[in-house]
């Protein structure tokens, strides 16, 4: 077996029906077993899958277990010389895994390489180059020297800012997003730790394929990450697993560090975590009182671009929904060159949907990737599932 696919996954079953059928059409001659995860989800995501997906090994969880536990149940089973991890809430372009395979191939020293996510507007996550989180990098971080100075490699290291976009390079962290491991490499360094929950657990391992003597590296091959955005980033459950997963990565590599240094970092980040917390609660608050600027409801529109029978279909779903809709059919996708120039008149924000049975997941990308707009962001419609999927609805 050539590569083995993992996902876990929770309560979000059509995008994790969209990304499997991504990931099919990325590895279509690949010798590919792909295991879905579900983490005791509440939406019958295991039996949808099961049923739609017959090929896919599905493993359907009694409890919650984490993220890093759930994909060591399944790695523990899988068997191909690569295991690509992979987000529920991602879509793969056609070429991006035969890409990663072929490097892998001819880089033996690689011990894994991730991708060049894109956010639904179309610009490149971040997240998907970064550097290891010492204390100095953590620091400039969380003091915000990161974020002021992008482009310093000592300031900026922690998302290595420094580095383009658009050739391979060397990274040290690689995002749990999208990442293609060596087995081999695995059984030398062992598997996700389970002590991280959620969050962390892609530091700890990189970290620990950096110290057993294997490279990390970067592709430029693009993926799409909505980055959970079904996630309640502001409750309180998010804020303290994420800064705990930061407290026990650094306890884990950095308790041989003196008291006197170690209290700061410690207390940096608990006092970040508790402004982060009362920042988003204050928000809520000012929210549900009413202490809002502006218009609270946003004009939406969804551009909808492709064959008529696309176009008819989703007429039908805006009438259901009471959405706005703009139409554009296309019959020649080789000579259509993106939605940059599309009139959205006076709409705060606009979904452009494309028909994914006339245009290529890498196409779409290569759209948005192209000319970002702000409040812009990417739509999918799948005649084959009737769905239309944007980062913040699903409509049928």
């Known amino acids: 077996m050539k590569l083995s696919v993992i996902i876990v996954s929770y309560n979000v079953r059509y995008y994790l029906e969209q990304c499997l059928r991504s990931v099919f059409a990325a590895t279509d001659g690949i010798d590919t077993e792909v295991y879905v995860v579900d983490n005791h989800s509440r939406d019958g995501s295991a039996e949808y899958i099961s049923e739609r997906f017959p090929s896919v090994n599905v493993i359907n969880m009694s409890h919650n277990s984490g993220f890093a536990s759930a994909n ?45 996510m894109l956010k639904a507007d179309g610009e490149s996550a971040l997240e998907s180059r970064r550097g290891l989180p010492t204390p100095m990098t953590a620091f400039y971080k969380m003091c915000g020297l990161c974020a002021m100075f992008p482009d310093s490699k000592r300031f900026g290291r922690y998302y290595m800012s420094n580095l ?62 909505y980055k959970g955005e079904s996630t309640q980033r502001s409750s309180f459950r998010y804020v303290h697993v994420f800064y705990e997963a930061m407290l026990i990565f650094f306890r884990k590599h950095y308790s041989h560090f003196s ?60 009438r259901r929904n009471g959405l706005e809709g703009k139409y554009v059919v296309v019959r020649d996708d080789d000579t259509y060159i993106g939605h940059s120039n599309m009139d959205f008149g006076a709409a705060d924000v606009v979904y452009v949907v494309y028909d994914v049975s006339m245009f290529s997941y890498s196409s779409i990308f290569e759209f948005f990737s192209q000319s970002p707009r702000q409040n812009v962001f990417v739509g999918t419609f799948d005649p084959k599932t009737g769905n239309v999927i944007t980062p913040d609805d699903i409509f049928r």
């Open 259 to 318: 008291f006197l240094l170690s209290l700061p970092i410690k207390l940096a980040i608990y006092a970040k975590a508790a402004i982060t917390l009362i920042k988003a609660q204050f928000a809520k608050m000012k929210k549900s009182l009413g202490f809002f600027s502006g218009n609270p409801r946003k004009r939406e529109l969804y551009a909808f671009v492709g064959s008529d029978e696309m176009i008819n279909s989703c007429k039908d779903i805006v």
């Open 72 to 116: 060591n149940v399944a790695i523990k089973q899988s068997t191909g010389e690569y295991v690509l991890l992979l987000n529920p809430d991602t879509i793969v372009g056609e070429s991006t895994i035969r890409e990663g395979i072929a490097f892998m191939d001819s880089h033996p020293e690689a011990g894994a390489h991730g991708v060049r």
């Open 164 to 225: 383009p976009w658009d050739k391979p390079a060397q990274i040290e962290i690689i995002s749990g997003a999208y990442c293609m491991l060596r087995r081999s490499a695995l059984d030398k360094v062992g598997l996700l730790d389970e002590d991280f929950f959620m969050y962390g657990e892609d530091i700890d391992l990189s970290y620990r394929l950096l110290k057993g003597g294997y490279e990390n590296w970067y592709l430029p091959s693009a993926i799409l990450h």
